[in-house]
């Protein structure tokens, strides 16, 4: 029996980085907001989960910057596991919990190329899940999906929901990783639930997506539908550079936890300096909810012939990096975005605009 913890998501101050040494003072912040964030949170019941939003290792000058993918892949991009997810681990040791994180890193078969990747270690700071991200990439993002290599990764890892929606089976539940834009796609939540997710890290997501209620919504639609736990820690104030003296807070706050029925057990609506959001996590009650509703336990009754229908023609175009790097913003607009609206229109699923 899993007995009820609590989750804390951590809402750090953060540095930007010019090469991957810089990422000390940004690992340094966490381990001392983790203390201050873990004092009061250990008062009721045992804190067993720490997420550390996205963003929160090297910030995000790849994508502000504009930054050379193959530059940036080289000097900034790191290797999981490697020396900043050993740091991690020795957290994890530190205070006996599972964490939840984010990196660029580079994958081992792509010397040139930088991923968005989420993982989790576990209390012996042992590295137990690996998800890559693999939709809703921002327009200003510049890591590579597995979609955009699709060809070549079902060939290494196959056609599988753990090729693409790992999960975790751990002593806290069932673990599972959608990063920010992810979240917004309820195929990403469902991928995980249908491969066995209870609770579901997803961070972090800049405003303006976060001052109009988005990323709430999307939070509490994806626990909703599935039936899980969502950890959504989001960023504090971002200085561009190691030595920027003033934060930005591109964030804009609305950190949460939210429970298997699409409520908010824990928030935290403010960014002003680093700061945390706590919630307790009920895995037995979660399964218990599953096993005995009769409505809102909505996966049992998925029909899954009717829904393949829907994405029966492709949309996004797969494999667009397996034999070039990526560019700059104004090309993935024209070559990617531009042709997609088009694409919509063109098959009378979208209707243009009068002007």
Not at 200 to 213: C, E, H, I, K, M
């Amino acid at each position: 029996m899993i007995e009820p913890y609590n989750a804390v998501g951590l809402v750090p101050t953060f540095w930007g980085i010019r090469k991957r040494e810089d990422m000390e003072k940004n690992i340094e912040h966490i381990k001392s907001l983790t203390t201050a964030a873990f004092w009061l949170s250990n008062l009721d019941i045992p804190v067993r989960l720490l997420a550390i939003p996205e963003g929160a290792l090297q910030g995000f000058n790849d994508e502000v910057l504009d930054v050379d993918h193959t530059e940036f892949a080289r000097t900034c991009a790191i290797d999981i596991p490697g020396p900043e997810t050993d740091q991690l681990g020795e957290l994890a040791r530190q205070w006996g919990v599972f964490i939840m994180a984010q990196a660029k890193a580079r994958h081992e078969d792509w010397p040139n190329l930088f991923f968005n990747v989420g993982f989790i270690l576990d209390p012996d700071g042992n590295l137990i899940l690996k998800h890559y991200k693999i939709s809703a990439l921002l327009a200003c993002e510049r890591s590579v999906s597995p979609h955009d290599v699709f060809d070549w990764w079902i060939d290494k890892y196959g056609r599988s929901l753990d090729a693409f929606w790992p999960v975790a089976d751990t002593a806290i539940g069932r673990l599972g990783i959608m990063m920010a834009m992810e979240g917004n796609y309820p195929e990403n939540g469902r991928g995980l639930a249908m491969n066995g997710a209870e609770l579901v890290y997803r961070a972090s997501l800049p405003g303006p997506f976060t001052q109009n209620d988005m990323f709430e919504i999307s939070n509490r639609a994806r626990a909703l539908e599935n039936n899980m736990y969502v950890v959504a820690p989001n960023i504090g104030g971002y200085h561009l550079y190691p030595d920027s003296q003033t934060p930005i807070d591109a964030g804009s706050g609305q950190s949460m936890i939210v429970d298997y029925k699409g409520t908010i057990v824990g928030k935290q609506r403010d960014t002003n300096g680093s700061t945390y959001v706590r919630g307790v996590i009920d895995i037995e009650a979660l399964r218990h909810h599953r096993a005995t509703a009769q409505v809102t336990n909505w996966m049992k009754d998925i029909r899954a012939e009717m829904a393949q229908l829907i994405y029966e023609k492709p949309i996004y175009p797969k494999n667009r990096y397996l034999d070039r790097i990526p560019g700059k913003h104004a090309e993935y607009k024209a070559e990617v975005i531009d042709r997609q609206i088009g694409l919509m229109q063109e098959r009378g699923i979208w209707k243009a605009p009068s002007k």
